[in-house]
């Protein structure tokens, strides 16, 4: 069975900084992996998602994720905060059945 | 036009009553999901289904029963509500499987008085 783990419930940078949260996951075949994000009082909202196409996956709202398959990591980045960035992120692993991970609250301070 | 739409989006109510959350897409996606998230965010599938086939049905009270009329629609209905049952249910749907990603409802927030 696949699983993903988020390291650190909450992350505050300040804007401008770079955007850093962590995704390791577990899977005993090829996964499907996803970074999504949810701001207050919504649905989740699909960021971008790795098929095997290429280890770099750009998504929208400037984030990208790269796959590691030696770390079974697939981070997510963004090269400056935006104030607007302050939300909860979720990363996922699918292999015909999606789990995802308990969540990264990130917040960005002025 | 929303994309999946969940009726309705706050409901309050008393704890023995039963109620039904609706949930509607027009993506012509061929799978429908129900997760519930609770207060600390965690979020869990509940039911899957596949052009109107169950295909995952996790441990769940059996109070808790998904009806698929077709595969636009996917219906929760629940019975006897309990305090534990507050909580956030998402509606989603995927293309075939969920390998290709979910497209999300934005939410029916539950609360059990």
């Known amino acids: 069975a696949q699983s993903v783990t988020q390291l650190g419930s909450h992350v505050s940078v300040s804007e401008g900084a770079l955007v850093l949260l962590r995704c390791n996951y577990s899977?005993?075949?090829?996964?499907?992996l996803f970074w999504y994000v949810q701001y207050p009082n919504q649905g989740l909202q699909l960021l971008l998602k790795y098929t095997s196409a290429a280890t770099l996956v750009k998504g929208i709202n400037g984030f990208e994720a790269e796959f590691k398959k030696s770390e079974t990591s697939f981070h997510l980045t963004k090269p400056s905060a935006h104030m607007s960035d302050a939300a909860e992120y979720f990363c996922a692993v699918s292999y015909n059945d999606m789990r995802f991970g308990a969540g990264t609250r990130l917040t960005v301070k002025p | 036009d929303t994309a999946v739409s969940q009726t309705p989006k706050y409901l309050v109510t008393q704890m023995g009553n039963d109620k039904s959350i609706k949930c509607e897409q027009n993506?012509?996606?061929?799978?429908m999901y129900w997760y519930k998230q609770d207060s600390k965010k965690f979020l869990k599938i509940m039911f899957s289904y596949n052009n109107k086939e169950l295909i995952i049905n996790e441990t769940v009270p059996n109070r808790f029963s998904p009806k698929s009329p077709d595969k636009a629609h996917l219906n929760l209905h629940i019975n006897s509500l309990e305090l534990g049952d507050s909580a956030v249910y998402f509606c989603?749907?995927?293309?075939?499987?969920?390998?290709?990603?979910?497209?999300f409802g934005s939410g029916t927030r539950l609360t059990v008085v």
């Open positions: 899977s005993s075949v090829p996964p499907y």
């Open positions: 989603a749907s995927s293309q075939e499987t969920s390998n290709y990603g979910y497209t």
């Open positions: 993506l012509g996606h061929d799978t």
